[in-house]
């Protein structure tokens, strides 16, 4: 099946079940949909959590070669949450039970991309993860690469109050090997969101994770 055919249930505002639509009109009319969202946790050298940030695709339809949550995926229509869990194993090789995870909640968001108009209720999850990043299986057409930020120098960048956040991980090359790098990310590399949803995600992550 064509990706634009896919079908979602949608909502208003109120997230009030209406129908469901196509994947094309949903982005098209601009009508509030779900997705699930799962950022994975990892420690430091000395504890303190790290956030894992995986690099979209370039030739994504949207936000092609930002680095974005470390997993998400839209949920079909009839699906809960809990059937999201299944993009921890298309994404990034992980087969994780539903009840692993932590929830923070379901926040809607709303943005908008060239002629797309995206309405979603991101229901929104965490889950701690110690697995070297090179033992990651990537899924190849979804993501180019995954990289960890320390979690407190991260809600900085998205409070203002720093310019950049150093990440390092694995990235693909042109020719498709996964190669070690490191970079300071600013604010316009990252999938806008929203501060308001990153801070509330690190909120998250720093309540959980810190010592």
Known sequence: ???????????????????????????????????FHCWIVTRGEHGQPQLLFQK??????TFPDKYDITCAGHLQAGETPEDGVRELEEELGLDVPF?????????????????????????????????????YRLQPD??????????????????????AVWADGLETQQEGRLVSSGRLLKRCDFVPHGDAYYKQVLGAVMHYFSK
């Open 99 to 135: 009840a692993s995870l932590t929830r923070i909640g379901t926040i809607p968001i709303e943005m908008r991309y060239r002629d797309l108009i995206d309405k979603e209720f991101y229901h929104t999850f965490l889950y701690e993860c110690d697995l070297p990043l090179e033992q």
């Open 56 to 61: 979209r695709h370039p030739e994504k339809d």
């Open 1 to 35: 099946m064509n990706k634009n055919e896919e079908r979602f249930d949608i909502f208003d505002g109120a997230m009030n079940r209406i129908g469901t639509a196509t994947r094309a009109e949903t982005h098209a009319k601009g009508y509030w949909h779900q997705t």
């Open 142 to 163: 979804e993501v180019v690469g995954i990289v960890r930020a320390d979690a407190a120098d991260a809600a900085k960048l998205f409070a203002g109050e720093a310019e």
